[in-house]
């Protein structure tokens, strides 16, 4: 069975700071996603990660995935207030297979950015 | 507008009651999913199609069914055999299994 992990749960941290998101999970996969969700509302998506050593960035974002690790990381950079969100990382089961889709999600992380 | 509709955004029932969610998407996407959302957790997977007429279980199907008859929608109906039905609802579809998964807004189902 898939377990994904994130870690921190809660992260609060300061304007101006820079922080990381971990995420571990348990068995191989090559397709890994990051996703934000706001208070009440869907998830919006925010990386896609299909190989080993992907890397993307967008704004003060940026995501890898090691897949030898089998870790994801969300990296932030002088953090603002509008980051402030719960984040997702998700983690898609069948690794190099035909069928792609079920995915297993971490717990999500509460990020708190305040001044 | 492309884009996701779920409906209702909240729905209240009476425990003992089936109730169906709505889905509905116009992106032509070939895959569509059935999460669910406890609160501080996060999503698990209820049911999953990838395409018309076939659908598959996902982590937490017991006490769920759903039906694929048309391209754009993918009901739920979280039936009377569902332990704790109140949660939030989350429908998502995408091109094909192999791309990533668009959600809709979310219904959040209470149950008393």
């Known amino acids: 069975e898939l377990k994904v992990e994130q870690n921190p749960l809660f992260l609060s941290m300061q304007e101006g700071k820079n922080y990381t998101i971990y995420c571990n999970y348990s068995t191989t996969s090559d397709r890994l996603y990051w996703y934000r969700q706001d208070p009440g509302k869907s998830l919006e998506s925010l990386f896609v990660?299909?190989?080993?050593?992907a890397v993307k960035q967008e704004g003060r974002l940026m995501a890898s995935l090691d897949t030898k690790a089998r870790l994801s990381t969300l990296h932030i950079t002088a953090a603002v207030h509008d980051l402030s969100a719960t984040y997702f990382c998700a983690v898609d089961g069948q690794a190099g297979g035909t069928s792609y889709g079920k995915l297993t999600f971490g717990q999500g992380t509460i990020l708190t950015v305040h001044p | 507008d492309g884009g996701i509709t779920q409906s209702p955004k909240y729905l209240f029932r009476k425990e003992g009651q089936n109730v169906t969610l709505s889905c509905e998407q116009n992106l032509n996407h070939d895959a569509m999913y059935w999460y669910r959302q406890d609160p501080g957790q996060g999503l698990r997977l209820i049911y999953y199609s990838q395409i018309v007429n076939d659908f598959q279980k996902g982590d937490i199907a017991e006490g769920y069914s759903v039906s694929r008859e048309k391209k754009e929608s993918f009901p739920l109906t979280v039936t009377s055999a569902q332990k704790n039905p109140t949660a939030f609802y989350l429908c998502a579809s995408s091109p094909s299994p192999h791309y990533e998964q668009y959600f809709g807004p979310g219904t959040r189902l209470t149950v008393t």
């Open positions: 990660l299909l190989s080993n050593g």
